[in-house]
C-alpha cells in the first residue's frame, strides 16, 4: 500500500534500463525530431520548458537542459551558473503568464524521489490543485550550518546555496 501512494505522489519510476541512457530518456525526446508530446513554452541552444503532463499547480512547466543530466544529485560546484541560468529562465517564463512573485515556487527533486531520470527545474505558479499535490513538493528550511532540511523537494535556491559551498544535494540535511 505504501508503494502506492509513494508513487501516486511522486510517480512511478522509469525502468532501470533508461537511467542515464539519453537515447532511451523521456525528456530527452523534448529536444530531438520527436517532439509531438511536448507543449514547448520556451527554448533556446541549451534548454527548452515545456508544461507538464500531469499538472500539481495552476500552471506546471519542466524546464530541462539539452544535455543529458541525470539528476540534481550529479550537479557540483562547477554547475551553479546554469542552476542560474535555470532559475532566470523559470522566472521569465511565468513573467509571461503574469505570476505573481509570491505565487512562484520552482525546484527539484531528489533521487529516488524522481520519476524522471533527467534533470529538471519544475515552475509552478501557486496554488497546487490539491492539499495532496502538494506534498509533493515540500520547503523544509535549513537549520544549524544547513541549507536544506529532510526532504526529498529542494527549492531553486536551497540548491544553489548548497552547490557554491562546495556541497551536493542530498534528500538529507545539506
Not at 4 to 15: E, M, S, T
Not at 70 to 79: C, G, P, R
Not at 83 to 96: A, F, K, P, Q, V
Not at 127 to 135: A, E, G, K, T, V
Request: charged fraction near 20%; include cysteine.
Amino acid at each position: 500500500m505504501f508503494q502506492k501512494l509513494f508513487h501516486w505522489i511522486v510517480g512511478k519510476p522509469q525502468p532501470h534500463h533508461q537511467l542515464g541512457n539519453s537515447q532511451s530518456c523521456i525528456f530527452c525526446r523534448a529536444y530531438s525530431t520527436n517532439r509531438s508530446d511536448f507543449d514547448i513554452v520556451w527554448e533556446d541552444d541549451v534548454f527548452v520548458a515545456f508544461r507538464d503532463i500531469r499538472p500539481s499547480a495552476q500552471d506546471h512547466i519542466q524546464l530541462i537542459p539539452k544535455t543529458h543530466i541525470d539528476s540534481i544529485k550529479k550537479l557540483s560546484q562547477k554547475d551553479v551558473n546554469m542552476l542560474r541560468r535555470m532559475e532566470e529562465i523559470g522566472h521569465s517564463i511565468l513573467d509571461t503568464f503574469n505570476v505573481p512573485v509570491s505565487k512562484r515556487k520552482m525546484g527539484f527533486h531528489i533521487p529516488p524521489f524522481n520519476s524522471i531520470h533527467h534533470l529538471h527545474l519544475h515552475v509552478q505558479s501557486l496554488p497546487y490543485i490539491s492539499p495532496i499535490h502538494r506534498l509533493k513538493y515540500p520547503f523544509v528550511r535549513g537549520f544549524g550550518g544547513y541549507d536544506k532540511g529532510f526532504s526529498w523537494f529542494a527549492e531553486i535556491g536551497q540548491a544553489i546555496r548548497i552547490l557554491e559551498k562546495g556541497h551536493r544535494v542530498t534528500v538529507a540535511p545539506c
